[in-house]
Every structure is written in C-alpha cells, then in structure tokens.
C-alpha cells in the first residue's frame, strides 16, 4: 500500500536547525497537497504545515517564523525547514496528503535537548 516515507530526524541542541523531507511516488506527490503533522509523547498529533501542487503554502500560526515547507519537484520531495528549535519541538514528526488519505508511515523523531 502506498505511503509517504519521512526522513531527516535527529537530536539537536535549542536553537539549531533540521530539515525534514517528506518522499512520495509522483501520483501523489503530483497531485495532492501534502503536509506535515508531529506527536508529541503523551499529546494527540497536530497539523504542523501543508504546500499544495502550485506551491501554496501555509504554516501553523505559531511555527510561523521558525519552519517552513517547500518542495522538491526533481526528487517528488516535501521539506520541512526548521530553524531555531525549541524542547517543545520535540516529537515524532509525519507527513500524509492534507486529507490524510494514506496510511501513516513510521515517521522521523525530532528531539531537542541540551
């Protein structure tokens, strides 16, 4: 069954920076609008940024600043920009369409800690 395969997790200190990348066939990297979403223990996943098929993007208001989406169009890849992260950025972070049409992948773990 197809899914999205997340990669670029690590442990980072506060304050530096990770990129995410989000890989998908072309039929459905070529089609949908794909966003982000990120688990934290404990907490219910929440939607962290979308980017559509014309580059629309949208970022959850109080990433704004920090994290940013673009893509890839050559590698049928969604980036996540993370910049200046934070402890409380620490999760298990995803990708899926924006309507959560696919199943869930195994997502990549983001910790930030001194």
């Known amino acids: 069954q197809v899914h999205l395969v997340e990669s670029g997790g690590d442990l980072v200190q506060p304050g530096e920076s990770l990129r995410l990348s989000c890989t998908a066939p072309?039929?459905?990297?070529?089609?949908?609008?794909i966003a982000w979403y990120r688990q934290a223990p404990g907490n219910q996943r929440e939607w962290v940024a979308l980017?559509?098929?014309?580059?629309?993007?949208n970022v959850a208001a109080a990433l704004r600043g920090r994290f940013t989406i673009s893509r890839d169009e050559a590698k049928n890849t969604v980036n996540l920009q993370m910049n200046n992260l934070r402890p409380e950025d620490t999760a298990a972070y995803y990708c899926?369409?924006?309507?959560?049409?696919?199943?869930w992948g195994q997502g990549t773990q983001v910790t930030v800690s001194s």
């Open positions: 980017i559509g098929t014309t580059g629309l993007t």
């Open positions: 072309e039929s459905i990297f070529g089609r949908n609008t």
């Open positions: 899926n369409t924006v309507d959560e049409t696919l199943p």
